[in-house]
Nanobody, 126 residues
Framework: QVQLVESGGGSAQAGGSLTLSCIVS????????MGWVRQAPGKEREGVAT????????YYADSVKGRFTISQEKAKNTLFLQMNDLKPEDTATYYC???????????????????WGQGTQITVSS
């Protein structure tokens, strides 16, 4: 099993920045990918960013490209999401996730994850 615990949620003004952190523990050696997924009220879940363990490649949803950066500090088993130039439409609950196989249909930024954190709220005001 893999456990994920997010932190860093909160509020920001449009144009501001926030950083999310996720501490991963357990059988992390199985994880092929780790990433961030968000869900706004009344909207479908959206894969925001994913990083793959094989070569460290990172992929982003078009909606966040150039503004968000995913990174990891393997020594501390921590995943980060740096969010810059925030927009009101970034308001959502953000989940940290990890996967063992990481198959995807449409985008490598949105694979099938096996493990999920509890979520943290991000609210961006205009």
């Amino acid at each position: 099993q893999v456990q994920l615990v997010e932190s860093g949620g909160g509020s920001a003004q449009a144009g501001g920045s926030l950083t999310l952190s996720c501490i991963v523990s357990g059988d992390t050696y199985k994880n092929t990918c780790m990433g961030w997924v968000r869900q706004a009220p009344g909207k479908e879940r959206e894969g925001v960013a994913t990083i793959y363990s094989g070569g460290g490649s990172a992929y982003y949803a078009d909606s966040v490209k150039g503004r968000f950066t995913i990174s990891q500090e393997k020594a501390k088993n921590t995943l980060f999401l740096q969010m810059n130039d925030l927009k009101p439409e970034d308001t959502a609950t953000y989940y940290c996730a990890a996967g063992d196989v990481c198959l995807y249909d449409d985008s490598p930024a949105s694979p099938d994850y096996d493990y999920w954190g509890q979520g943290t709220q991000i609210t961006v005001s205009s």
